[in-house]
């Protein structure tokens, strides 16, 4: 890109700020400006899992040290029974933090945002809060943002990292794709943990129950605070996927949550099942969420790309979410680099979407699949799950060929492998 190029980046959450630094880093020359529909940086989504194929890419960005300060880097997956029983204990990304030296890093989301809020300020990127795009054209070898104030702002391209709800999406790029709802919801939230609590939630625990899975996950170095959560089938609103509908559903399951939750573990025992009634019961805040994805589609028109979940949302089974973003935006400055001058960006960023597809794909089907797990089952169902796990465990102590189904290649990835 010559000097002087811009680019306009709509959303300031982890992929908008992540592309900015990349970018800038990739080109001194360029100027990017962030646009921020909300009033002020965005607190929604709790605590963040970043998997090795991510945390190596954080890493390229320099932001690694101060990322894991403030996570956790517990590197175990216990599976319980609802009894308390652990069914199974392995390292949670097994082979790939000894051949990437990156693990999995847990770390709240405002803590996340605060790193990379930092980063863009000393490189003095701008962002410009409560701005709604309204608009989006294209003429005179350039594009053009038009705003709800009635501001306008011009760049030689823009990207969408303007989530799974993406304006950019809905607005230019490919307005008939809109998110599908998967049948699954999340109820949880971050609590404090006792000094006692904190050594028996070391790691990142998943409780099998008849109605969904208990996810816990210690979110800060010092393992003082722990996201919980219970991720179960749960059916649309009468009114159907609308908002309306989902604010009525979501101050249903918030007022009855922790009578749904403490049923779930009303034959539990023992420290475990125990500690998860503590937990419950001292939570204050709770949310809800719907669990969406995107049907795939076109993710660039002219000189439009998107990015992130504004591309290719998938339900959060595969922890992969931040991870997907990162590398779309690592593969998106590889190809900016390489473009010579008689590229149009159209056929750059179709570049971007041939060699990202085929990974999102495969990602996006382990996402669905792990998602499975999550599903209601009967006593005998639940019963016949734990034993799968508990054989493959000890399977897995006997001959170490087992690994409870998850294939880790995907964790060992690197982006910048890719052929551009």
Excluded at 298 to 326: F, I, N, T, Y
Aim: include cysteine; hydrophobic fraction near 40%; glycine fraction near 10%.
């Amino acid at each position: 890109m010559s000097k002087g190029s811009k680019a306009i980046i709509i959303g300031s959450g982890p992929a908008g700020l992540a592309a900015a630094l990349r970018l800038k880093e990739q080109n001194r020359n360029l100027q990017c400006a962030l646009y921020e529909l909300r009033k002020q940086p965005t607190t929604i989504g709790g605590a963040i899992g970043i998997m090795p194929n991510g945390m190596r890419l954080l890493a390229r960005l320099g932001l690694y040290g101060k990322l894991t300060a403030h996570g956790s880097s517990a590197q175990v997956l216990t599976v319980h029974s609802v009894r308390g029983q652990v069914l199974a204990e392995r390292p949670l990304v097994g082979d790939a933090l000894q051949k990437t030296g990156f693990g999995y890093l847990r770390i709240k989301r405002t803590a996340l945002m605060e790193v990379l809020l930092e980063a863009v300020k000393r490189e003095n990127i701008p962002i410009h809060y409560d701005k709604r795009i309204i608009s989006i054209k294209e003429e005179n070898d350039q594009v053009h943002a038009i705003f709800s104030d009635g501001t306008v702002d011009s760049a030689d391209f823009m990207l969408g990292c303007d989530g799974i709800h993406s304006a950019v999406r809905t607005l230019y790029v490919d307005p008939d794709r809109v998110p599908e709802y998967t049948g699954m919801a999340g109820l949880g939230g971050i609590v404090p943990l006792s000094e006692s609590a904190r050594a028996t939630m070391k790691s990142l625990g998943v409780t099998l129950t008849e109605d969904g899975v208990f996810i816990t996950a210690p979110c800060t170095a010092r393992h003082d605070e722990v996201l919980w959560g219970l991720s179960r089938e749960v059916p649309l609103p009468e009114s159907g996927d609308v908002k309306d509908g989902w604010e009525v559903r979501r101050d249903e399951e918030v007022e009855h949550f922790k009578e749904t939750a403490t049923n779930l573990l009303k034959n539990g025992d023992g420290e475990w099942a125990n500690l998860l009634k503590e937990i419950i019961e001292s939570t204050e805040v709770v949310n809800f969420y719907p669990v969406h994805k995107l049907p795939p589609g076109r993710w660039a028109r002219g000189r439009v790309l998107l990015l992130g979940d504004a591309a290719h949302a998938m339900p959060p089974h595969a922890g992969q979410g931040v991870s997907m973003a990162l590398e779309d935006i690592f593969i998106l400055a590889r190809v900016l680099q390489s473009r010579g001058e008689t590229t149009s960006f159209e056929a750059a960023f179709e570049r971007v979407e041939d060699i990202r597809k085929p990974r999102i794909a495969d990602v996006a089907a382990r996402s669905v699949e792990n998602g499975k797990a999550r599903g209601k089952t009967t006593p005998l169902g639940l019963w016949a799950k734990e034993m799968v796990i508990w054989t493959s465990a000890q399977l897995s102590w006997f001959s170490g060929i087992f690994n409870f189904g998850i294939d880790e290649k995907h964790l060992q990835y690197d982006v910048d492998q890719e052929e551009i």
